[in-house]
């Protein structure tokens, strides 16, 4: 799997637009979650869990890149009893951005997969999302905003996509007295991934 998991690796920097420093802060990333593997019985938080066992024993091949190209939405999956702002991944890849019942100078999305953040808890599935995220978007709501409507994170999976790691991030900032209402939905047809 270790073989695997650093092609894909070399795959998912290749394909994005990244700065030096994010490409060297996902390779330590990458680095830590190699030297510490998936989460096993040996740490004690994980003592009556064995992540890496029950991975390898359901996910054949499991693949840490998709090679799927974009398709389109079926919006049939959309809730359509209220108005809401929608943030939509698609096989792991963000497929749509809705603010429009917003004040776009209140509410900034913004997609920078240049993340340059060090952790001081060493956590072998955060440095493992951190090295491999494909699909990142950070959500500011600025000062005394309260969304109009609430928002909606779809996250649905195709039955075309099988035995893949799903790597995406989405960070909310809540700048002081500002408020929203988020509801995080999940629509999976898919076999056999580690999401």
């Given at each position: 799997?270790?073989e695997?998991?650093?092609?894909?690796?070399?795959?998912?920097?290749?394909?994005?637009?990244?700065?030096?420093?994010?490409?060297?802060?996902?390779?330590?990333?990458?680095?830590?979650?190699?030297?510490?593997?998936?989460?096993?019985?040996?740490?004690?938080?994980?003592?009556?869990?064995?992540?890496?066992?029950?991975?390898?024993?359901?996910?054949?091949?499991?693949r840490?890149?998709?090679?799927?190209?974009?398709?389109?939405?079926?919006?049939?999956?959309?809730?359509?009893?209220?108005?809401?702002?929608?943030?939509?991944?698609?096989?792991?890849?963000?497929?749509?951005?809705?603010?429009?019942?917003?004040?776009?100078?209140?509410?900034?999305?913004?997609?920078?997969?240049n993340?340059?953040?060090?952790?001081?808890?060493?956590?072998?599935?955060?440095?493992?999302?951190?090295?491999?995220?494909?699909?990142?978007?950070?959500?500011?709501?600025?000062?005394?905003?309260?969304?109009?409507?609430?928002?909606?994170?779809?996250?649905?999976?195709?039955?075309?996509?099988?035995?893949?790691?799903?790597?995406?991030?989405?960070?909310?900032?809540?700048?002081?007295?500002?408020?929203?209402?988020?509801?995080?939905?999940?629509?999976?047809?898919?076999?056999?991934?580690?999401?």
């Amino acid at each position: 799997m270790i073989e695997q998991l650093k092609i894909d690796f070399d795959k998912i920097v290749g394909s994005l637009k990244l700065s030096n420093e994010g490409i060297e802060s996902r390779k330590k990333n990458f680095n830590q979650f190699v030297e510490n593997g998936f989460p096993n019985k040996k740490i004690e938080d994980w003592k009556f869990s064995d992540l890496s066992k029950i991975i390898s024993s359901n996910i054949e091949n499991l693949r840490f890149h998709s090679d799927l190209k974009p398709s389109q939405i079926d919006e049939a999956i959309f809730i359509d009893k209220f108005l809401h702002n929608k943030i939509v991944f698609l096989n792991g890849t963000i497929s749509k951005v809705d603010f429009s019942h917003e004040d776009e100078t209140k509410v900034l999305p913004t997609r920078d997969l240049n993340q340059n953040e060090n952790f001081k808890e060493v956590n072998p599935l955060v440095s493992l999302n951190n090295a491999l995220t494909a699909s990142y978007i950070r959500l500011t709501v600025k000062e005394d905003y309260s969304l109009n409507k609430p928002l909606i994170i779809y996250n649905i999976t195709t039955r075309d996509l099988k035995s893949t790691a799903l790597n995406l991030k989405t960070d909310i900032v809540l700048e002081k007295n500002s408020s929203l209402k988020v509801i995080n939905l999940f629509d999976d047809n898919s076999e056999n991934n580690f999401m």
